[in-house]
DNA sequence: CGCGGCATGGATCTCGACGACGACGCCTGC
DNA sequence: GCAGGCGTCGTCGTCGAGATCCATGCCGCG
């Protein structure tokens, strides 16, 4: 259901991408698969995910590679499917991992509320908790926690900042309140 | 009676000094006070104890002080009491602080064993809790932990290995078993 | 003597318990 | 509607208790 949890990385790279909502953070390891997608405003907070999950591990800077520069390349020209098959890797808890890969599952153009994520997962009253691990999601977009909503239709929060998950759903076409 | 905790140093300088029972590691901060001093065949530890006492600040290469330089010198070349008077400073428990400062009161030449280092910081039963705090020294030779020594008059043990606390004893003129 | 066993005390590590904290949702009372 | 209160549940940080580790010393036994 959840994927395993992932190795330890042997290297862990951090390359910066520009992207139309500003600087992007892309952290690959050694096979070149994704570790962490995040904007660069918030880099404290995604070191401190990695440190979280990899531990004191250095992180050398690096180049993005070739493949994920096309690939987010196309999902901000319109494609929107173009994330869906490309691979990542994360560590975190069962219940973390859970949510995560359900976020997955969820089709560019739709929304989902914390609730129907939660029920999706088979936790139903879990709704407070799924918010914490969408919050500490360390792939947005691949992950795409920005298409889970308030209940009402209300855009909630977003670790990105509330501008970028508005941008995102309307460069999705997905419908939302307000 | 035993000296106050050391405030965090700003900055930690890691430099290397040729002696005759080999390379030495010496640690300073920004006002050149000496902070460690340990063989090169122990780095690790005295990483970790530098990380224990003063957190996760790295440390940078630099160049022994110049009047260290001379003060080590001087000792190994005889001036036994060459360190006496050498300023040192130290984090660390405040029963450890305090063996290390009854340290400083053994003369060069003399020894004491561990149950009499106990007993004058008045902790005559502490006797192993001594040997502990010895083997935490960060700042082996100025802080003289080579003096102390069984009851019975042998060696037991040393943090830079027992063949240096019989080469120091020996230099030292001070009497020891077999 | 030499050896084994045991008391002794501080530091460190590990675990488990506990409390606080949310990127929510629902119900109530105006 | 809308503001406020509360149930709910996984994380993380903190704290404290207990076990373990030792650069010992001493006693007792062969």
Chains 1, 2 share one sequence.
Not at 102 to 115: C, E, M, V
Request: with cysteine.
């Amino acid at each position: 259901m959840s994927p395993p949890e992932a190795s330890r990385p042997a290297r862990l790279i951090l390359s910066r991408l520009d992207t139309p909502i500003g600087e992007a953070l892309v952290v690959t390891d050694e096979d070149g698969v994704l570790r962490a997608f995040d904007f660069a405003d918030y880099e404290d907070r995604m070191r401190r995910l990695m440190r979280r999950h990899y531990g004191e591990q250095p992180i050398a800077e690096g180049e993005v590679p070739a493949e994920l520069v096309h690939v987010f390349g196309r999902y901000f020209a319109g494609d929107l499917d173009a994330l869906d098959a490309l691979e990542m890797r994360t560590n975190g808890t069962l219940f973390q991992r859970r949510v995560w890969a359900a976020l997955r599952t969820i089709p560019a153009g739709q929304t989902l509320s914390y609730k129907q994520l939660a029920e999706r997962i088979g936790s139903p009253k879990a709704v407070r908790a799924v918010g914490l691990a969408n919050g500490a999601n360390p792939v947005a977009l691949v992950a795409p926690c920005h298409r889970v909503i308030g209940a009402n239709g209300g855009l909630t929060g977003y670790g990105g900042g509330l501008h970028r998950k508005r941008w995102l759903l309307v460069h999705e076409g997905a419908h939302f309140a307000s």
